[in-house]
C-alpha cells in the first residue's frame, strides 16, 4: 500500500547550472506544474471541508423529480431513483472520503511512526519485539482483515475508520524504523553519541528531522490508496447505513440503474477516480518538490 521514495528522484538544484536555456524553462515549468498540483490538493482539502455551504440542497431529502438526466436546471448532476440531487450527494460523499483520508493516513502515521522511531533509535530487544509485531500486521492479507473487521464491528463511518486504519499503520513502522537505522549509522549522529549527547537528544536534533521528508512523501502518496479502500468498503455495504451519502455505497446502489439511468452510479464513480487521481500526482509533486530542495 505504501510507496517509498525513490533513491533516484529528479533532483534539479545540482544540475540546472549544467543545464541550457531550454532544460532550465523545463525544470521551471515541472516545478510549476507540482506546485500548482499541490494548490489543487488543498483546494480539494477546502471543498471537502466546505462541502455542507456548497451543497445547493440536502443530500438525503427529495428535491424534485426522479431520474432528472444531468444538466438539468437546478440540478447539474441530475436527481437519482427518488429525486435526490446528485451533485449535492456527491459533495458530501467527497467531504466523507477525503476527510477521512486523512485522518486514517494521519493516525497511521502517527502509530507507524512511533512504532518505527522506537525500534530504530533504542534497537536490540525493543526493536526486535516492535518489528515482530508489526511483522505480525503485514503477513496478513491487508484487504481481507479490513474487510472482516468491518463486519465485525457493523458498518459505520467509525468502524470503517478502525478497519482501515489497523491494516495501515505497520507499513509506515517499517519505512521510518529503515529510515532511522540508516541514518543512525552516520557519521554526525556517531558523533554525537561520542560527545555525551543523550539518546532523545540524539533523536530529537538528529533522527526525526531527517525522517520527515519520507514520511510526508509516503503519507501524500497514500491517500488515493485510501480513498479507494475507502470507496471498496463502502461498495461492499461496510461504510455509512443509507441514505447518508457516500460515494462507493452511492455507485454500489446505483448500478441497477446503470444501463437506463447511466448518471446514477457513474458520477460518484468518478468522484472517486477524481479524488485518487489528485491524490496520486499530488504525492508525486510532493515527492519531487523534496527531492528538489535536497
Known amino acids: 500500500m505504501s510507496t517509498s521514495i525513490a533513491s533516484t528522484d529528479l533532483a534539479t538544484e545540482p544540475v540546472t547550472g549544467r543545464l541550457g536555456r531550454f532544460g532550465r524553462w523545463q525544470v521551471a515549468a515541472t516545478r510549476w506544474v507540482n506546485w500548482v498540483i499541490v494548490g489543487v490538493l488543498v483546494a480539494l482539502t477546502l471543498v471537502a471541508l466546505l462541502a455542507p455551504v456548497i451543497a445547493p440542497y440536502d443530500p438525503v431529502q427529495p428535491v424534485g423529480a426522479p431520474y432528472l438526466p444531468v444538466g438539468s436546471s437546478g440540478h447539474l448532476l441530475g436527481t437519482d431513483n427518488i429525486g435526490r440531487d446528485l451533485f449535492s450527494r456527491v459533495i458530501l460523499g467527497v467531504r466523507t472520503s477525503w476527510l477521512m483520508a486523512l485522518v486514517v493516513v494521519a493516525v497511521g ?19 526486535a519485539i516492535l518489528m515482530r509485531i508489526t511483522d505480525m500486521f503485514l503477513a496478513l492479507p491487508a484487504a481481507i482483515v479490513a474487510i472482516a473487521v468491518a463486519a465485525a464491528l457493523g458498518p459505520g463511518l467509525r468502524n470503517t475508520f478502525l478497519a482501515i486504519t489497523v491494516v495501515w499503520w505497520p507499513y509506515y513502522a517499517r519505512i521510518i524504523r529503515g529510515e532511522i537505522r540508516a541514518l543512525a549509522a552516520r557519521p554526525h549522529v556517531e558523533a554525537a553519541r561520542m560527545a555525551g549527547a543523550g539518546r532523545l537528544r540524539i533523536m530529537a536534533k538528529h533522527l526525526l528531522p531527517g525522517v520527515y521528508p519520507t514520511a ?52 460518484p464513480g468518478l468522484a472517486v477516480m477524481v479524488l485518487s487521481l489528485v491524490a496520486n500526482l499530488a504525492g508525486d509533486a510532493v515527492r519531487t518538490l523534496m527531492a528538489g530542495r535536497r
Open 109 to 127: 502515521l502517527l502509530i507507524g511512526g512511533v512504532v518505527g522511531v522506537v525500534a530504530g533509535a533504542f534497537g536490540g530487544w525493543v526493536d
Open 216 to 267: 510526508l512523501v509516503t503519507a501524500s502518496l497514500d491517500i488515493g490508496a485510501v480513498v479507494l479502500t475507502l470507496a471498496s468498503l463502502s461498495f461492499l455495504g461496510l461504510g455509512q447505513s443509507a441514505p447518508a451519502p457516500e460515494l462507493g455505497a452511492d455507485t454500489s446502489r446505483g448500478m441497477n440503474e446503470l444501463l437506463a439511468h447511466w448518471w446514477i452510479p457513474v458520477m
